[in-house]
């Protein structure tokens, strides 16, 4: 197993594996877990979940995936916009814990632009669903809605804490810019 010797090579791989993630049904790091604040209960409390990676662009170190707009995420997201992606790939045995500050848009170009590509693919039915995410279903036959209830969040990353576990030796540092620090070496 090769091991990359310097965090600019970390830093550089880990942005190329995450854009092919983006782009590769099959690759591990396509479904992360997102965790979230929910803040509706009496005391705030952690809220995870599996998103789908849509996008990833090393330039402006942004991520990329979609919701349903009515979805308990998209009011955590309003609510509380600190958030932590976790991508674990047992290919290259890396963990990634990205610490991340999340947008949601529901309307303008880019949202437009995106549910164009996608409106004839299976996945527009998650957004044309008459039920909201986790409402309880009545059993009665319902059509799918003329508009979908389509949001995108954008994933700002502020730093991601790099795991490598190796035969000899794992390693783990914080890469974020402009500072890349070794952890664990």
Known sequence: ?????????IDAAVWIEL??????????????????????????RA?????VLREADEASRRLVFFTDSRSPKAAQVASHPGATLVFWSPAMNWQLRCDVRLS????????E???????????ASDY?????PGAPIDGRPRPPLDQPHFAVVTA???SIDWLELHP?????ARLSTPARTWLQP
């Open 1 to 9: 197993m090769l091991r990359l010797p310097t965090l600019e090579a």
């Open 19 to 44: 854009s092919r993630a983006a782009r590769d049904k099959a690759h591990a790091w396509r479904t992360p877990v997102l965790a979230t604040v929910d803040g509706s209960a009496t005391a705030p």
């Open 47 to 51: 809220d995870a979940r599996t998103v």
């Open 104 to 111: 949601i848009a529901v309307d303008g170009a880019e949202v």
């Open 113 to 123: 632009g995106r549910w164009m590509r996608i409106q004839s693919s299976a996945a």
């Open 128 to 132: 044309l669903s008459f039920a909201s």
């Open 156 to 158: 700002q990353v502020q």
């Open 168 to 172: 000899d030796g794992h390693r783990r």
